[in-house]
């Protein structure tokens, strides 16, 4: 795919555009103000200033190794340049930068941004996202990536984040998305959106929050030549991960839990009480919706081991049966109230098939009813592969919980569920054992 010499033709392409049709006088543009210096992590940088009668151009492109890339990224840029070399009256500027990132060595990300200042000092910013697969050399689209049910669910969580009506999100006015080493990236432009959005909005979907492994893997089998490899999604996805869990509810808190893990593409465990499930049935369908894992923490919270053996049965039962209502599965994952189990207890969902889940960071948040202390709690001692243990049902949990969850993201941790985590360390859960971390 070495096409030097072709990248200079285009080059000088451009360079003869812009002398042949303009002429090279500069306007006195001392007001103008630069873009801040773009990411150039990829290709040859180049540097190219010229000015119109009106219009002083300074322009950051990147040169790739691929033809319909580099055409792509002139084409803007002259576009860009004509729209700009007949706006207002007086001494204009325009600023071109960039940033052109390879990620997982298969895939080129370039973003083009302008910032045309006109004579009054009034600021106009555009931009335009090009992506290309290495291996087919092929330019991608959103809809490479996802199907259409993820495009819903994309447009969803958009939705929420932005506060944009997800009717709003056609297609075409998705195209501004970039591939990071960490995350899908999108940006919806203020005047895309005008006036429901005053400025841009920036969105980060991190690879490990993007939708589920097993949809993905299908799409990656359908277009095998445009799509990321399992692979790559792995490599890409965070290798710090730990699970959040909420016991106890679901509760009037609930939904703003869910609305924050939401917000930031996180997932989380919730192990409800089956009698208040009934209650809330629309808040404990929402959870798996979002990627949420529901799992069973008995009918009324009784001590397992002070119970006989049949009301064991029945209180792991009727829950189950009433997340099954809510949600269309049951919950063979549970959680003991108050972690209380014994031999018998064991025996019993041995061969009745439930498991237990314990945990092994545990900042008693009901007692303390501190977000502070809960929060530090938890930041002081996170590690790779934790079971962190928090109630849902008291507000000032829910307060931590709104802090620790970016941050925790921002540490570098993907906030999974219990099975992911479990599943990633390879366990197959049995009944009547007892899981505390992967
Ligand atoms: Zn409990």
Request: aromatic fraction near 10%; hydrophobic fraction near 40%; charge should be negative.
């Given at each position: 795919?070495?096409?030097?010499?072709?990248?200079?033709?285009?080059?000088?392409?451009?360079?003869?555009?812009?002398?042949?049709?303009?002429?090279?006088?500069?306007?006195?543009?001392?007001?103008?103000?630069?873009?801040?210096?773009?990411?150039?992590?990829?290709?040859?940088?180049?540097?190219?200033?010229?000015?119109?009668?009106?219009?002083?151009?300074?322009?950051?492109?990147?040169?790739?190794?691929?033809?319909?890339?580099?055409?792509?990224?002139?084409?803007?840029?002259?576009?860009?340049?004509?729209?700009?070399?007949?706006?207002?009256?007086?001494?204009?500027?325009?600023?071109?930068?960039?940033?052109?990132?390879?990620?997982?060595?298969?895939?080129?990300?370039?973003?083009?941004?302008?910032?045309?200042?006109?004579?009054?000092?009034?600021?106009?910013?555009?931009?335009?996202?090009?992506?290309?697969?290495?291996?087919?050399?092929?330019?991608?689209?959103?809809?490479?990536?996802?199907?259409?049910?993820?495009?819903?669910?994309?447009?969803?969580?958009?939705?929420?984040?932005?506060?944009?009506?997800?009717?709003?999100?056609?297609?075409?006015?998705?195209?501004?998305?970039?591939?990071?080493?960490?995350?899908?990236?999108?940006?919806?432009?203020?005047?895309?959106?005008?006036?429901?959005?005053?400025?841009?909005?920036?969105?980060?979907?991190?690879?490990?929050?993007?939708?589920?492994?097993?949809?993905?893997?299908?799409?990656?089998?359908?277009?095998?030549?445009?799509?990321?490899?399992?692979?790559?999604?792995?490599?890409?996805?965070?290798?710090?991960?730990?699970?959040?869990?909420?016991?106890?509810?679901?509760?009037?808190?609930?939904?703003?839990?869910?609305?924050?893990?939401?917000?930031?593409?996180?997932?989380?465990?919730?192990?409800?009480?089956?009698?208040?499930?009934?209650?809330?049935?629309?808040?404990?369908?929402?959870?798996?919706?979002?990627?949420?894992?529901?799992?069973?923490?008995?009918?009324?919270?009784p001590a397992l081991t002070?119970i006989?053996?049949?009301?064991v049965?029945?209180?792991?039962?009727?829950?189950?049966?009433?997340?099954?209502?809510?949600?269309?599965?049951?919950?063979?994952?549970?959680?003991a109230?108050?972690?209380a189990l014994?031999?018998?207890v064991?025996?019993?969902?041995?061969?009745?098939?439930?498991?237990?889940?314990?945990?092994?960071?545990?900042?008693?948040?009901?007692?303390?009813?501190?977000?502070?202390?809960?929060?530090?709690?938890?930041?002081?001692?996170?590690?790779?592969?934790?079971?962190?243990?928090?109630?849902?049902?008291?507000?000032?949990?829910?307060?931590?919980?709104?802090?620790?969850?970016?941050?925790?993201?921002?540490?570098?941790?993907?906030?999974?569920?219990?099975?992911?985590?479990?599943?990633?360390?390879?366990?197959?859960?049995?009944?009547?054992?007892?899981?505390?971390?992967?």
């Amino acid at each position: 795919m070495k096409t030097t010499g072709q990248n200079r033709l285009i080059y000088l392409l451009l360079v003869a555009l812009l002398v042949v049709n303009f002429s090279f006088v500069y306007a006195d543009s001392a007001a103008a103000q630069p873009l801040e210096q773009g990411s150039h992590n990829y290709g040859t940088a180049n540097r190219f200033e010229t000015g119109f009668d009106h219009l002083n151009v300074h322009i950051n492109y990147p040169q790739t190794d691929y033809d319909n890339l580099n055409v792509a990224i002139s084409g803007w840029i002259r576009s860009t340049i004509e729209q700009y070399k007949t706006a207002g009256n007086g001494a204009g500027a325009l600023f071109i930068d960039y940033d052109a990132n390879l990620v997982a060595e298969k895939y080129i990300s370039v973003k083009l941004f302008a910032r045309y200042q006109d004579e009054t000092g009034r600021v106009s910013d555009s931009q335009v996202n090009f992506n290309l697969y290495r291996d087919s050399s092929k330019m991608l689209s959103i809809n490479d990536l996802f199907n259409d049910d993820q495009l819903v669910d994309l447009k969803a969580r958009l939705a929420y984040a932005s506060g944009i009506e997800a009717r709003y999100f056609e297609t075409n006015s998705l195209d501004c998305w970039q591939l990071t080493d960490r995350a899908f990236e999108l940006d919806l432009l203020a005047d895309d959106y005008s006036p429901l959005i005053k400025e841009d909005f920036h969105f980060t979907l991190p690879y490990g929050n993007l939708f589920d492994l097993a949809a993905i893997t299908e799409r990656l089998n359908q277009h095998p030549s445009t799509w990321l490899a399992t692979s790559d999604i792995v490599n890409l996805k965070s290798d710090k991960k730990i699970a959040l869990t909420f016991d106890d509810g679901p509760g009037p808190y609930t939904e703003r839990l869910l609305d924050i893990l939401q917000k930031h593409g996180a997932r989380a465990t919730f192990f409800v009480v089956g009698k208040r499930v009934g209650g809330r049935q629309e808040t404990v369908a929402r959870m798996p919706k979002q990627y949420c894992e529901v799992a069973n923490h008995t009918w009324s919270h009784p001590a397992l081991t002070k119970i006989s053996n049949a009301r064991v049965e029945s209180e792991l039962k009727a829950t189950s049966d009433a997340i099954l209502a809510a949600t269309g599965s049951g919950a063979a994952m549970s959680r003991a109230p108050y972690g209380a189990l014994n031999g018998r207890v064991k025996a019993l969902t041995y061969q009745l098939g439930y498991y237990f889940i314990s945990w092994s960071i545990d900042p008693k948040d009901w007692l303390t009813k501190n977000a502070d202390k809960t929060y530090n709690h938890v930041i002081n001692r996170v590690s790779d592969g934790q079971i962190i243990l928090l109630h849902d049902i008291h507000k000032q949990s829910v307060d931590a919980a709104e802090r620790l969850i970016p941050k925790l993201i921002e540490q570098g941790y993907e906030l999974v569920t219990v099975s992911e985590l479990l599943g990633q360390g390879g366990v197959v859960p049995q009944g009547g054992k007892v899981y505390n971390k992967r």
